[in-house]
């Protein structure tokens, strides 16, 4: 085959994304109009700890994706994909044969490590090559599959070709939503350079801060904010800038998730619990606060008399370290 032919066979072009200039996510209270990610396609980490709600956010974007010309590809480590949007491709030719028909919106890869995924990833990229038509791959546990740096050599094809989803996917209609334990030292370095959308849920290691806080310095975020964020609750960082959300839970998820209990709200009972809750309060509405008014606060609210005298003892140190 001449060069001529070679060039060709394998001319393509210049990919457009129509499907982004209506398309719409609604996280929570936040709503992102994707026509924004036309030209740089869609990257988006979900950071944060076990149970802060990453999964779900992943979840929440297929469906809604999916619904509007997507064919969304949920690589799941944990095998819990199936039970909500049904059986996982049997095999690599399956994934390739469905991605090409793109007769189902949503479908589960089950992959538990690295080198289980190098063969579905190649598939993958080889459909998005060839038809350059708009996937959603959301990878779950990012850090089973990619890392700071390449060691075993399963692992660095893996992180390659999640690599390859970012940097080239914009060029073959292929957004990506990967999971992640830790902003620093969970996955790849380039990966963060690329986001263009981040989700960072409740963090409790005050070693990462140093990482995190250039990002929300501007907008007078500290950690005591990212160490108090709930389940389902992010700092959402897009090209809007950034803004807090609950994210609601999605439909799949809603279909198996056990009913949650009415949380039973607990008054402080000792010196460090009187201490949060009085932190953020201004001073002037403390220094109303007589001893008369706690003592009759407590009264009301069925509190003994020690919780009311630790509580007046917060309050007073409170008071003075002001």
């Not at 491709?89 to 390739?96: K, N």
């Not at 957004?175 to 963090?203: E, K, P, W």
């Not at 009759?296 to 917060?314: D, E, I, K, R, W």
Request: hydrophobic share 40%.
């Amino acid at each position: 085959m001449t060069s001529e032919a070679i060039q060709k066979t394998t001319r393509h072009a210049v990919i457009r994304r129509p499907e982004m200039r209506e398309a719409v996510l609604t996280l929570g209270t936040i709503e992102i109009a994707l026509s924004e990610y036309a030209t740089t396609g869609l990257l988006a980490l979900g950071i944060g700890p076990r149970g802060c709600g990453k999964t779900n956010a992943g979840q929440l974007m297929a469906e809604q994706l999916s619904s509007q010309g997507w064919v969304a590809v949920l690589f799941d480590p944990e095998g819990e994909m199936e039970t909500m949007y049904g059986d996982a491709v049997a095999s690599v030719d399956e994934l390739r044969e469905r991605l090409r028909r793109r007769d189902k919106p949503i479908l589960v890869v089950r992959v538990a490590t690295a080198e289980q995924f190098v063969p579905y990833g190649r598939a993958v990229l080889e459909v998005a090559d060839e038809l350059r038509k708009p996937l959603f791959i959301v990878i779950d546990e990012g850090q089973v599959f990619s890392a700071p740096r390449k060691r075993s050599a399963c692992l660095g094809e893996a992180a390659d070709i999640i690599n390859e989803f970012a940097d080239r996917g914009r060029k073959r209609a292929v957004d990506l939503y990967m999971t992640a334990l830790r902003y620093t030292g969970s996955v790849h370095r380039s990966l963060f350079a690329h986001t263009n959308l981040t989700l960072i849920g409740c963090q409790n290691d005050a070693a990462g801060w140093a990482a995190l806080s250039p990002q929300f310095k501007s907008a007078g975020i500290t950690f005591r904010d990212l160490s108090s964020l709930g389940p389902a609750e992010f700092f959402c960082i897009s090209r809007r800038g950034i803004d807090k959300t609950k994210m609601q839970m999605a439909e799949a998820l809603k279909r198996v998730a056990p009913a949650a209990e009415p949380v039973r709200r607990h008054l402080p009972a000792t010196f460090s619990q009187w201490d949060r809750a009085m932190r953020e309060m201004p001073v002037e509405r403390l220094a109303r606060l007589s001893p008369d008014v706690v003592s009759l606060l407590g009264t009301v609210a069925g509190l003994s008399p020690h919780q009311v005298a630790v509580g007046q003892t917060a309050l007073s140190d409170e008071i003075q370290a002001r």
